[in-house]
């Protein structure tokens, strides 16, 4: 599969704690994206690494990339219950199309 | 706020009938996307589109059909809706240049009886 695999499927956790998911994928890229999903809603874009960068941050939201391991890794920092979602991430290829290789998402609960 | 609707939101119909789930985006995006998504799952590309008159079949095989007449709009269409078909449909476009963030709709939420 060319899909981003995230780890874990599910995350519970009180608010005020980190969380963190990871995503492998298996071919090369031009960048990793993660995006979150509300229970029945559409995807919202989060964050993008490209390639050629090794961390990012906005906000509450720290992104690490290690292309030589294919992972990926989001961390959210000090966490509330309005965190809690699905968190997708997604391949970009750097296909003509343009188009995203998602996995099948970490469920993260907060409770409060 | 993403500028890209989908209606309905939610469809419940009986088999056999023939249903058009709309998708509208306002950002003047060449490329456009129809995914599948099972609960719990990952999303699977149905169909994709370059700009106007472009439609092309993604990674899952589907039943549904896909239009592309005007830039902003990209429905799909099922002839005969079966239980199989049964799942929520998302639907995302993406600007031609530049970094490849895709824009989701809040889906629409199918089931077939």
């Known amino acids: 599969s060319q899909q981003g695999e995230e780890d874990p499927q599910a995350l519970s956790i009180q608010e005020g704690e980190n969380a963190t998911m990871n995503c492998s994928y298996k071919?090369?890229?031009?960048?990793l994206q993660w995006y979150r999903q509300n229970s029945g809603r559409g995807l919202v874009h989060l964050i993008l690494?490209?390639?050629?960068?090794r961390e990012k941050h906005s906000g509450r939201l720290r992104v690490t990339l290690d292309t030589s391991k294919k992972s990926s890794s989001l961390l959210i920092t000090a966490s509330r219950a309005a965190d809690t979602a699905s968190y997708f991430c997604?391949?970009?290829?750097?296909?003509?199309?343009?188009?995203?290789?998602f996995g099948r998402g970490t469920q993260l609960t907060v409770w409060p | 706020e993403a500028d890209i609707y989908q209606t309905p939101r939610y469809l419940v119909i009986g088999t056999g009938k023939k249903i058009t789930l709309e998708c509208s985006q306002t950002?003047?995006?060449?490329?456009m996307y129809w995914y599948q998504q099972d609960p719990g799952m990952e999303l699977h590309l149905i169909h994709y589109?370059?700009?106007?008159?472009?439609?092309e079949k993604g990674d899952l095989s589907s039943e549904s059909t896909v239009s592309r007449i005007r830039t902003e709009h990209f429905p799909l269409t099922l002839e005969s809706a079966r239980p199989s078909h049964t799942s929520q449909y998302l639907c995302?476009?993406?600007?031609?240049?530049?970094?490849?963030?895709?824009?989701f709709g809040q889906g629409t939420r199918l089931t077939v009886v």
């Open positions: 950002m003047g995006h060449d490329k």
């Open positions: 997604a391949c970009d290829r750097g296909s003509t199309l343009g188009r995203l290789y």
């Open positions: 071919t090369s890229i031009n960048n």
């Open positions: 690494i490209r390639s050629n960068e």
């Open positions: 995302a476009s993406s600007d031609a240049q530049g970094a490849t963030e895709a824009f």
């Open positions: 589109s370059y700009g106007v008159n472009s439609t």
